[in-house]
């Protein structure tokens, strides 16, 4: 059984830095790519960034490019999410997920993905 569990979220002034970290379990993390989403009130869930099960290629959601960074360290089964120069419109729930398929290439499509983390809250006060 596939588990994900998201910690390093909370409340920063906008300007500040979090890092969202994603500890999974339950099969072999090195083999599936990871994404990070995020949902704000009222609106639908949006892709925030993902990472090849390598490391190799990321996507990045056009809001977040150049403020936020991916990375994952497959001997440790985890993903992070480094988020600098936050704004108030980043507050929303960020949710990891997990590919249904490994080595998936279309790592920026949510239907691609299965297993999905309980979220961890990111609130940005101005």
């Known amino acids: 059984q596939v588990q994900l569990v998201e910690s390093g979220g909370g409340l920063v002034q906008a300007g500040g830095s979090l890092r969202l970290s994603c500890a999974a379990s339950?099969?072999?993390?090195?083999?599936?790519?990871m994404g990070w989403f995020r949902q704000a009130p009222g609106k639908e869930r949006e892709v925030v960034a993902a990472?090849?099960?390598?490391?190799?290629?990321?996507y990045y959601a056009g809001s977040v490019k150049g403020r936020f960074t991916i990375s994952r360290d497959n001997a440790k089964n985890t993903v992070y999410l480094q988020m600098n120069s936050l704004k108030p419109e980043d507050t929303a729930v960020y949710y990891c997920?997990?590919?249904?398929?490994?080595?998936?290439?279309?790592?920026?499509?949510?239907?691609?993905?299965?297993?999905w983390g309980q979220g961890t809250q990111v609130t940005v006060s101005s």
């Open positions: 339950g099969r072999t993390f090195s083999s599936y790519a």
């Open positions: 990472i090849n099960w390598s490391g190799e290629y990321t």
């Open positions: 997920a997990s590919a249904k398929r490994p080595y998936s290439g279309r790592i920026f499509d949510m239907k691609e993905y299965e297993y």
